[in-house]
Nanobody, 114 residues
Framework: QVQLVESGGGLVQAGGSLRLSCAAS????????MGWYRQAPGKQRELVAF???????NYADSVKDRFTISRDNAKNTVYLQMGSLKPEDTAVYYC????????WGQGTQVTVSS
């Protein structure tokens, strides 16, 4: 049974930092990449950051230079270090794992107050 366990969301003031984690288990095929998406109320889900098994990264323009994605391949865990947070970063953040199939976490709320 595939499980993606997310942690690290919460409430933070503008300018603050948070670190999200997502640990994947039960995936028997090779993981090609892991990443984070987010969805704010009334908006579509959007890519935040993604990292391939080889370490290549991709970021949304809105988070470049503020967020850093990393992964521990041995633990099948992906992290998102978020800094200089803004109210517009408020959203539910979803972990995504790409193997033979696409897998999604349950989402973790990030709220940035002004």
């Amino acid at each position: 049974q595939v499980q993606l366990v997310e942690s690290g969301g919460g409430l933070v003031q503008a300018g603050g930092s948070l670190r999200l984690s997502c640990a994947a288990s039960g995936i028997i095929f090779s993981i090609n990449g892991m990443g984070w998406y987010r969805q704010a109320p009334g908006k579509q889900r959007e890519l935040v950051a993604f990292i391939t098994s080889g370490g290549s990264t991709n970021y949304a323009d809105s988070v470049k230079d503020r967020f850093t994605i990393s992964r521990d391949n041995a633990k099948n865990t992906v992290y998102l270090q978020m800094g200089s947070l803004k109210p517009e970063d408020t959203a539910v953040y979803y972990c995504n794992v790409r193997a033979r199939n696409d897998y999604w976490g349950q989402g973790t709320q990030v709220t940035v107050s002004s």
